[in-house]
């Protein structure tokens, strides 16, 4: 996230926008990286139990992605246009749970949404905070196309190390120390 672990709230909802799928996107998208006949032949696809070529759930999520990476970014230019400060986010530690629920089909507009359902400090982590999120894609029918749980991290503004965190931060400094911690 682009905010302060201290400043996310649970249960707020960021928009991240909307995708029109079109067939020759779903067509290439797929050739390349999920070729099957229901997602890249039409001919085919019409005789399949979809009845016509569907978009790859993978592409889905791959919208998502960037819908959700360019929100983030454009949330941070926010803070920064009101003179704030953003948060500093960390690498996403996986995705607990995905499901693709309803097929997306050409000409389908797909709006996605992500919600922040609990977050708690990092164990391992120190001066970190995991975010729980849920990312919906739902498409314009009002049905549920993409769904994922995903964990984030975002940096605790208020974090102060104890002393014996800043020996370990200072020990790792060193190339000796952290050859023997690695074994």
Excluded at 61 to 88: H, N, T
């Amino acid at each position: 996230m682009t905010r302060w672990y201290e400043d996310i709230e649970i249960n707020s909802t960021l928009e991240l926008g909307s995708h029109q799928f079109e067939l020759k996107e779903i067509i290439e998208f797929n050739k390349q990286y999920d070729n099957q006949y229901f997602h890249t032949d039409p001919e085919l696809a019409k005789h399949s139990h979809f009845k016509g070529i569907i978009a790859s759930g993978w592409h889905t999520a791959c919208v998502g992605q960037r819908k959700m990476v360019d929100a983030l970014f454009a949330e941070e230019e926010r803070l920064l246009s009101q003179g704030k400060q953003p948060g500093v986010s960390g690498p996403s530690p996986g995705i607990n749970k995905m499901t693709f629920k309803t097929p997306v089909r050409p000409k389908d507009t797909v709006s996605y949404q992500l919600t922040i359902t609990s977050k708690r400090i990092a164990n391992s982590l120190p001066g970190w905070g995991l975010l729980f999120l849920q990312l919906d894609a739902i498409n314009q029918r009002d049905e549920i196309v993409y769904q994922a749980d995903i964990v984030g991290i975002s940096k605790r503004r208020d974090f102060k190390p104890t002393l014996k965190q800043r020996f370990g931060i200072w020990a790792m400094k060193i190339p000796l120390v952290k050859r023997l911690m690695k074994r």
